[in-house]
Nanobody, 121 residues
Framework: VQLVESGGGLVQAGGSLRLSCAASGRTFSSYTMGWFRQAPGKEREFVAAINWSGSSTYYADSVKGRFIISRDNAKNTVYLQMNSLKPEDTAVYYC???????????????WGQGTQVTVSS
């Protein structure tokens, strides 16, 4: 599966952005989808994940209550709605996909190329 992110950009603190990730292939609904991010000089970190049907979602503590992950299987797309953005949310955001269910040490196999999100103070 190929993943293409979009929707990144520059936003002021307190603002919102919605990232999209379009997936190729006919089996999108089989995949657990997720978002990760990597800030300069830091390791890539988990942000959010969603199961194949959208009935279960998972979030990093740092974004819980501010970010919402969702998916539209008819459009082969997963979204990340980011609200109340903070400067520390600045990073390259990556979409990821895996046939395995979300759990500890979840390691997706497929990755997008990333989209930059910059939050100014």
């Amino acid at each position: 599966v190929q993943l293409v992110e979009s929707g990144g950009g520059l936003v002021q603190a307190g603002g919102s952005l919605r990232l999209s990730c379009a997936a190729s292939g006919r089996t999108f609904s089989s995949y657990t989808m997720g978002w990760f991010r990597q800030a300069p000089g830091k390791e890539r970190e988990f942000v959010a994940a969603i199961n194949w049907s959208g009935s279960s979602t998972y979030y990093a503590d740092s974004v819980k209550g501010r970010f919402i992950i969702s998916r539209d299987n008819a459009k082969n797309t997963v979204y990340l709605q980011m609200n109340s953005l903070k400067p520390e949310d600045t990073a390259v955001y990556y979409c990821a996909a895996s046939l395995s269910t979300y759990g500890d040490k979840w390691e997706p196999y497929y990755w997008g190329q990333g989209t930059q999100v910059t939050v100014s103070s």
